[in-house]
């Protein structure tokens, strides 16, 4: 190997411990050593953060992602909405009886928000993508199971077990994917999806009916599986969000980089009070850089570019000794260094004494690596350690089910503002999806006809459809009013309800359907923005899995009683009940609207 000589050295890449201090010691002139030269990329960053922000596109490719979240948004509603239009039939040959039909409905509900529980963790093992497209197939398989099942306990499994977790693996990324993409325009991206959910459900229904009277039940649940396959598009379009954050705009002008395209190599350093500090050098040196260093004002000094030409030799090193600076014979301090290997040069340079450089560095390599033995054995015995004892704590962190558990942050649990974000929003949709089951048999009841039962519940995923979107643009405004708006929804979401039995008539019960779309549209565009304003996007996931365990948790349990009371008090009963449900939860957000109020006024100082 050929080429000039050079002199390799380790140096220390980690301060050393730090002695009790008794009494105030007085400063040292001594240089830090460096410990390896990093490239630091110079933009139009701020002094010590040089580098630009990065933030979310609040566009782009999360347009993609919106498209991709709308499919199955739209398409999905054909596996649920199957349930009661085209499997009524094939459940009554198996001889499922109303009670039957009723746990199968519910089951897949509840399985679908249990394991929404870990989707957070299991998209951080495995990815958006694969997560999703995995739901994608497992939909297609439920349809294909179900087609064929011939018993009541094969079509449980299959639909409501399997179906539960396909939907959860289906639609769950998209939503916790979109906050990653937008910042301001969040609100108008979740508006678009939930309005696709909207007008899936107005369409799938009748498009369900068609192909099973052109079809067969058989060839029916085949197609619907075929169309859940929209989900695996979807997820090729959920690229990870690191892959398309941009530098943040609105950056100081002022503060501005001379020369914005060159690279800074920064020299890490450590200095004898374990102070890790940055000594830059651009390739465009600043007119301003001090020539001399501290302690050697003499002519005779080492220029700049000898000290460059050293420190790009240099590898790295812990240190030998306790200190990171020894006092020589001299008197004068030097960093403790092991030499690697050296080669004497051209000009070979006599030191003290006449002895020869090289001679000098040979004795203070062998003496500095003897030293450094004893150090490297107890730090390979403490490093061999603490894996004996990570092993013994952790012998079952391979397992994909412990990882999953283990990455759930179950902090959360403990955050008063989770409850007021996850207790009325899960009594709100349990209220919803119990009036949509029981809207249907109460139309009927009251003398009108099955057609327009169902043009009741098409009048009210119309509003929803044209709402939600309508709400969603204004949500992304500065003077929107969120949490007013928010507290809005459940009050009209429980006043609809509630007064629905008083008035028996057909164009009232049109009118209550289209306050409740209203109410239900302000609600869920609306919980983007209140579940961010209270915790951290990077919670965002986590925070809607454990919302979806108070959904099933609550389904279940007041799905039942509603289903008891109706069957003792009639369909008035229940409704009744119902608007009981959604006002606990409009109260929770009216006495934190008055209490934010009062806040705020008492804050407010008094003219004197």
């Known amino acids: 190997m050929g080429g000039s000589q050079s002199k390799r050295k380790l140096v220390p890449n980690r301060p050393p411990p730090r002695p009790q201090i008794t009494e105030e010691a007085p400063p040292t002139s001594t240089r830090p050593r460096p410990v390896r030269p990093t490239p630091k990329a110079s933009g139009s960053g701020r002094g010590d953060d040089p580098k630009p922000k990065m ?15 709308g499919l199955t948004m739209f398409f999905f509603p054909a596996v649920t909405v199957a349930f009661g239009v085209l499997f009524s039939d094939h459940l009554e040959e198996m001889g499922a009886g109303a009670t039957e039909f009723t746990i199968i409905g519910n089951l897949l509900s509840t399985v679908w928000s249990f394991t929404a529980l870990l989707m957070a963790p299991l998209s951080e093992l495995f990815g958006y993508r694969s ?104 997820g090729m379009l959920y690229h990870p969000p690191e892959w398309h954050l941009v530098p943040q705009k609105d950056q100081d002008p002022e503060i501005e980089d001379p020369h914005p395209l060159s690279l800074t190599s920064t020299d890490v350093v450590i200095s004898e009070n374990g102070i890790v500090e940055d000594h830059p050098h651009p390739q465009h040196p600043h007119p301003q850089r001090p020539r001399e260093r501290k302690g050697h004002s003499t002519p005779g000094a080492r220029s700049i570019q000898e000290e460059e030409e050293e420190e790009e030799n240099v590898l790295f090193v812990m240190p030998t000794t306790a200190t990171s600076a020894t006092t020589s014979s001299s008197g004068a301090k030097r960093d403790d260094e092991v030499v690697l290997f050296s080669r004497e040069t051209s000009r070979a340079k006599a030191g003290k004494n006449g002895v020869p450089d090289a001679a000098m560095r040979k004795v203070d390599s062998a003496m500095s690596l003897g030293s450094s033995i004893p150090m490297l054995i107890l730090i390979d015995n403490k490093i061999y350690q603490e894996d004996q004892g990570n092993a013994k704590r952790s012998c079952c962190d391979d397992f994909v089910v412990v990882k999953v558990f283990t990455m759930l942050k179950y902090s959360l649990l403990k955050d008063p503002y989770f409850h007021l974000v996850a207790w009325p929003n899960a009594l709100c949709l349990t209220a919803y999806i119990n009036s949509m089951y029981a809207l249907p048999g109460y139309v009927t009841s009251q003398g009108y006809t099955p057609y327009q039962s169902a043009y009741a519940i098409s009048v009210f995923s119309v509003s929803e ?48 359907q289209v306050v409740n779309g209203l109410a239900m549209s302000l609600v869920s565009v609306l919980f983007i923005h209140v579940a961010l304003r209270y915790h951290p996007v990077e919670n965002y996931a986590q925070v809607i899995g454990f919302c979806s365990i108070l959904n099933g948790i609550l389904l279940f349990v007041l799905g039942s009683l509603i289903g008891f009371v109706a069957d003792i008090q009639g369909h008035n009963g229940a409704y009744y009940l119902i608007g009981s449900i959604a006002a606990i939860a409009a109260g929770i957000w009216v006495v934190r609207l008055v209490c934010t109020v009062r806040k705020h006024y008492k804050q407010v100082p008094v003219p004197t």
């Open 55 to 69: 933030v979310p596109p609040d566009g782009g490719w999360g347009w993609m992602v919106v498209l991709g979240t």
């Open 131 to 234: 997560v999703t497209i995995v739901g994608g197939l497992l939909s297609f398989l439920t349809m294909v199971l179900s087609a064929y099942s011939t018993n009541l306990t094969s079509f449980t499994f299959s639909y409501s077990v399997l179906g539960g977790i396909a939907g959860s693996l289906s639609t769950f990324n998209g939503f916790a994917i979109i906050p990653l993409y937008f910042q301001k325009r969040k609100g108008l991206a979740n508006g678009i999806v939930a309005s696709c959910s909207a007008l899936g459900k107005i369409a799938m229904a009748p498009l369900v009916r068609l192909l099973l009277d052109l079809f067969g039940y058989t060839w029916a649940c085949l197609i619907v599986g075929a169309l859940s396959l929209h989900s695996c598009f979807a």
């Open 465 to 512: 459809a044209a709402l939600r979107l309508t709400i969603a643009v204004l949500s992304d405004m500065d003077w929107f009013p969120v949490e007013a708006a928010y507290t809005t929804g459940f009050i009209l979401a429980s006043l609809c309800t509630s007064l629905l039995p008083l008035i028996p008539s057909y164009e009232w019960i049109l009118a209550c």
